[in-house]
Structures are given as C-alpha cells and as structure tokens.
C-alpha cells in the first residue's frame, strides 16, 4: 500500500509539472493542446544528451531548453502571427510525433545510467512540483507581474490600455511554461521510465491537459488532480494490489482514460460549471491583435 | 507584421482568402525542399539520394505488389482523413481514428465470431448474409464511439481534443484484451493477434482491390456534395465558421456536434473495415495492430493538408500511402539503417504542415522609397504637402 502510495506520487509529479506550466500559459490566454508534443520533444532530446553524456544535468538542461523552444514556437504562430491556437497545437503535437519517432529511433532502450537518487525512498520531483506550485500561486496571486500575467489573460485590450504590453507578457507566459514542460519530459524519459521507445509517452500530456481543465486553474487543485491521476495509473499497471483477479489486466490499463472522462462529465454539472465560467480566464484562446 | 530591413521592408500578412493553388504550390515545395533535406542525410549515410528516390517511386507506384499496397494504404488514410474532415468543418477535432478503427473492427469480429468464424478459415458462412452485417455493426459502432465526444462537447462543452485521446488510449487496451492471454479474438494459433477471417467473410476483390477502395473514392465525391450543396452541410459549415451565430439561427448545438463526430467516426469505422478485413494477406487483426492506430495520423495530416477538402485528400493521401510502403521496402533492399523511412515521412510531413501554415500568409517585400526629404532650407516654411 504504502509502495503504491510512493509509486504514484512519482506519476504525479510528470502529471502536475506538465499541467502547472500548461496553467501558466492558460492564465495568459495561451491554450497549448500540443502539450504531448512537447513532452515527446523534450523528453526525447533529454534522454538522448543523458544518455549519450551520461550526465542527468546535461539531460535535464536540455530537455528544458527544447521545452523553451517548442512553446515559443507555438508562441510566434500563436501571438505574433495570430493564427489559431488549435490548429498549432496540433501542429506541435504531430510535430513532436513524427521528429520524436525518427530521431528517438537508433537510441531505443534503456537510458543505463545508475537510477536517479529518491529522497528517502520518495520521489524527489513530486517535491519539485509542490514547490513549483506554491512558487506558481505567490507568483500569479501575490506579485505584480502575475497580476498582469492574468490580466493579458482576461482581457487584453483593457491590459494594453493600462500599459501592459499583451504580446510581452504572453512571450514570458510561453516560455516559462515551455520551460516547466520541459521538465516533466525530461522527469519522464529519465526519472520515472527510464527506456526510450516509440510514443513513449501514451497520452499522458493529454492527461496532463485535462488536469488543467479539471483545476479551476488553481495550482494547488492541479497537485490534488496529479495525485489521483497518479493513483489511478498505477492501479491500472497494479491491479492486484487492490483487486485481485477483477477483470483482465488490459482492461484496467483502460481504466484511467475511461475515469478521465468520466470525471470530466462530473465536472461539467451545473454546479461546476459555475465555477468553472467563474475561473475560467476569458481570453483563452483568443489571438490578440494590436490596433494600430 | 512589418520589418524593415536596409531598405526593404518585408510584410507578412495574413491572406483574404488561400486560393487552391496556393494550397497546391505550398505542397509541391514542401514535397522538394523535403527530398532535398532528407537527401542530404542520405548522402551522409553513403547512399545516392536519386537511387533512393527512383527506388521507392519503381516500388510504391510501378511494381506488381508495390501498387495495391499503396492503393490499400492511402484507401485507409483517405478515409482517416474524412473522418477529421467533417467535424473539422464544425470546427470541431476528431483525433480519436484510432479508437473509431478499432470499435468497428472489433464490432465487425464480433459478428464474425458470432456466426462461428473463429473455428476454421474454411468455415461454411454465407458471405452475403454476413458481410453486411459486419459492415452495418462496424460502422454503427464506430458512429458510437465517435458520437461520444461529439455529444459531451456539445452537451458540456467538454474537450473534444482530450476525450477522443482518452477514447483512443482505452480502445488499445480493449483491444490487447480481445487478442491477448486468451481473449476471445485470439487467434488460433497465434498469441496477440486476432483469428484470421474466413474465406467466405472477406470483403469482395474487384480487380485485385477490395471493394472498399472504389467506395472511398465515390465517398469522396459525395462528401463534397454533401459538405458543400445540402442544407446540412451548410449548418454545419455555419455552426463551424461561429457557434453562436448558428444558434440563433436554430441550429442545435448537441445534435450538430454529435452529428459531425458521428459520421466521422464512421468514416474511421470504414478505414477499419477496409484494412483488416479487406487487404489480401490481413484479414485479421495483426500483432502490430497499434501501428495501425499511428497510421491513421497520417490521415490527420492529409485532411489538414488538404485544408479540409475531401477530394483533395485523395492525391495527399496517395503520397503518404505510397512513401510509408516505398521507402520500407527501400530501407531493406539498399541495406539502410532502420528508421529512415521514418525519416522521409516524418520531414515530409512536418514540411508539408509547415508549408501549410506559411500559405496562410503573404509575403510582400518592398522597396522602401525614401519619402522625399522635405528638403528645409534656413528660413524657409515647411512644405504641407508631401506630394510636390
């Protein structure tokens, strides 16, 4: 019980890394649906410096500095271009797929470094992600950049006409979110799995996006969110921890994906959606074009 | 967006409107400037780029057993592609092919394994009677299983891009329990792949090509009807182009959204139907079945490339059908490392989805005359106006 507490605190923290820097660009007016793509991306590039240095630092560096690049990328379509978020999500998301796919290939297998050090036994980036969500609350709530960090989000024609620069905010919200990304790729590929393989990744930035719808875009409901997910994925590889011989094992690997749903319907009742119209940052998803 | 640059100044804007040939031209030079990218690597590996090249065209378009396979393939990627075509035209995204292919070729299986299919390839079954049937429970299941997203979208403006990439992760799972440790698709001999489908069962060949092939094509003509000419069409562009705007043209959100994802769940279904059940040498569904799930991303990318043109998507979808078989067989007679098919395809397609992109836009670049120097001289007044 206790090893599958330990275990999926691990999953979580790939899960809220993700979705807190998915949160971040959100709050901005920024929706990345290619969240999966930048994982594969970083996540990828990281494992193969790891493995080729054998230094986790060079990994590690790298894999954020992909995740930087891939979310200002889609921060150029997306600000300066004005052209649908969607669309180059997508983009990024296949993006990530077919480069991942090719350049990932003759580096299949295991990463073989010596496993990555735990904090007595727990995993040490669940701890990364609580402080990164603390440091994301005081940053969004409590300080004056965060302030007009949402503000652009909400509504940036009234942010532009207070002095706020819509487009320079947005390029920092990409960018550190791109960075936080970033890192849960790289905590993915060499902490939590770590063995190359193609789409290594199966769905978890999709669940990490839906963390974020499911958060109210609050921080800390993210790592409430990260930490059921995680509990659930692992139930799903371990079902006889709890259920011994209910179903066959496939059909409880299906099972996170099916309560992800299912959640989100819950989520979608009146009551919540209430809520979620009140949090919701207005924006989202709206390109904003300056007028001059 | 403007820059200046010496004396040049170079504006990208946004096109009125991306006619068919921009469209069309952005395609052809995505197709070189890949060949060209991905020749350099091939000449990095010592093979001659244009040896390559002719190798995998002679394979794909001009060989005996090249041909049907590219046939065959960019039949399921076409199809792959209508399915994001439609409810794309709601402006709605249907990423969940793999999951629809799967629910139809299991609800196909099923009614094979309920009239006996899995004791023997000879089973005595009449096809007549059967085929159909499988055909109608494919497709309704995965009218079903695309319809799910398509209504909670609609109903409470849930994700669609999220939960069709659920539905897709939990149908792998479904699937690997069907055709694995015992499930009841397995096939007889094999572990982890399904049984093979009776002679009598297997969709009918006219000229050496299922039937389902000359399908796709009459389909693509009658979705472009249907998208362009019919009322329905029309809601359905309307509800796409703005969501409120059709509403108050009485357009019921729910039905619309189901509607689209319905019919491109079915399309997904039919590529499904085609290729495990259709294709000389399958018939069943194979050990690498998730494979077929990724492929069906290529369909994604046809219909994005085709800028969600139903007929256009036929030579997009040839292209890929034809490289993805080409450059395998390729790889394993020029003795070139494993992956470089990958390669070909996936520079292709990142360059056609780029090229794309830039196709939106126009790039103008212009002499900036100097605005004539007002040419002030000690005591002299300002000339008003610029144009002297």
């Not at chain 2, 096939?187 to 093979?196: C, H």
Request: no cysteine; hydrophobic share 55%.
């Amino acid at each position: 019980m206790s090893n599958l507490l330990i275990i999926s605190l691990a999953a979580a923290a790939v899960f809220a890394i993700a979705a807190l820097g998915e949160l971040l660009e959100q709050r901005a007016g920024i929706l990345n649906v290619g969240l999966e793509g930048v994982m594969l991306l970083s996540g990828t590039f990281g494992f193969i410096v790891a493995k080729t240095s054998g230094s986790y630092l060079e990994g590690f560096l790298v894999a954020i500095l992909t995740g930087a690049a891939v979310g200002l990328l889609h921060g150029f379509f997306s600000i300066t271009l004005g052209s649908n978020q969607v669309v180059n999500g997508m983009a990024i998301w296949i993006l990530g797929f077919g480069l991942t796919t090719y350049i990932g290939y003759p580096y299949t297998g295991p990463l073989g470094l010596t496993p990555f050090p735990t904090m007595g036994g727990l995993p040490v980036f669940f701890f990364v992600a609580l402080v990164l969500a603390v440091a994301l609350w005081f940053l969004l709530y409590k300080t004056h950049l965060g302030l007009k960090l949402r503000s652009v989000g909400e509504d940036p024609s009234v942010a532009e006409a207070s002095g706020i620069s819509v487009t320079a905010m947005r390029y920092l919200a990409v960018l550190l979110a791109g960075m936080l990304v970033g890192l849960a790729g790289a905590v993915y590929s060499l902490v939590y799995n770590p063995v190359w393989s193609y789409n290594y990744l199966q769905g978890w930035g999709f669940i990490a996006l839906a963390l974020v719808f499911f958060s109210l875009w609050n921080p800390f409901f993210v790592i409430a969110g990260a930490v059921f997910f995680g509990v659930l994925w692992q139930l799903s590889l371990y079902p006889e921890l709890l259920f011994p011989n209910v179903f066959s094992r496939y059909i409880w690997r299906a099972m996170p994906f099916l309560i992800t749903i299912v959640v989100f319907v819950l989520l979608s009742t009146r009551w919540f959606r209430l809520r979620w119209g009140a949090t919701k940052p207005e924006a989202l998803g709206v390109a904003y074009q300056r007028e001059s | 967006m403007r820059a200046v640059i010496g004396g040049y100044a170079i504006r990208i804007e946004r096109r009125a409107d991306v006619r068919w040939w921009h469209t069309a031209l952005a395609s052809v030079l995505a197709i070189l400037v890949s060949l060209f990218l991905v020749g350099i690597a091939f000449v990095r590996v010592g093979a001659d780029p244009l040896e390559v090249y002719s190798e995998i065209i002679k394979y794909a378009f001009l060989s005996e057993f090249g041909l049907p396979q590219t046939i065959n393939r960019a039949t399921f990627v076409l199809l792959a592609a209508f399915s994001l075509i439609v409810p794309l035209r709601a402006g709605l995204w249907n990423i969940g092919m793999p999951g629809q292919i799967f629910a139809a070729t299991l609800a196909a299986f099923g009614v094979a394994y309920a009239f006996g299919a899995k004791t023997s390839v000879n089973a005595q079954i009449s096809g007549v009677l059967v085929i159909p049937l499988m055909l109608l429970a494919a497709l309704a299941a995965s009218a079903v299983y695309g319809a799910i997203p398509g209504f909670l979208r609609g109903r409470l403006q849930v994700n669609e891009i999220v939960t069709t990439m659920m539905l897709n992760w939990a149908m792998v799972w479904i699937v690997a329990h069907m055709i694995r440790e015992g499930g009841p698709f397995m096939g007889r001999t094999a572990e982890g792949e399904g049984f093979t489908l009776p002679t009598a069962l297997r969709v009918p060949q006219v000229f050496d090509l299922p039937v389902t092939v000359y399908a796709a094509v009459v389909l693509s003509v009658l979705l472009t009807v249907f998208l362009t000419k019919t009322t329905l069409g029309y809601r359905i562009r309307t509800f796409g182009e703005s969501p409120r705007a059709a509403e108050y043209a009485g357009i019921d959100a729910t039905r619309i959204s189901t509607l689209v994802f319905a019919i491109g769940g079915a399309f997904a279904g039919l590529a499904g139907f085609h290729y495990f059940l259709g294709v000389p040498g399958v018939y069943k569904i194979p050990k690498n079945y998730a494979d077929f799930g990724d492929f069906s991303f290529y369909g994604l990318i046809t219909g994005l490339i085709a800028r969600n043109n139903p007929i256009a998507a036929i030579p997009v979808a040839i292209l890929f059908g034809g490289v993805s078989g080409g450059a395998r067989f390729m790889q394993g007679k020029l003795r070139l490392a494993f992956g470089i098919d990958y390669a070909l395809l996936g520079v292709l397609m990142i360059m056609m989805v780029a090229f794309q992109a830039l196709a939106q836009f126009s790039l103008r670049i212009e002499r900036i005359v100097p605005a004539p120097a007002a040419q002030l001289e000690r005591g002299e007044s300002r000339v008003e106006s610029p144009h002297h």
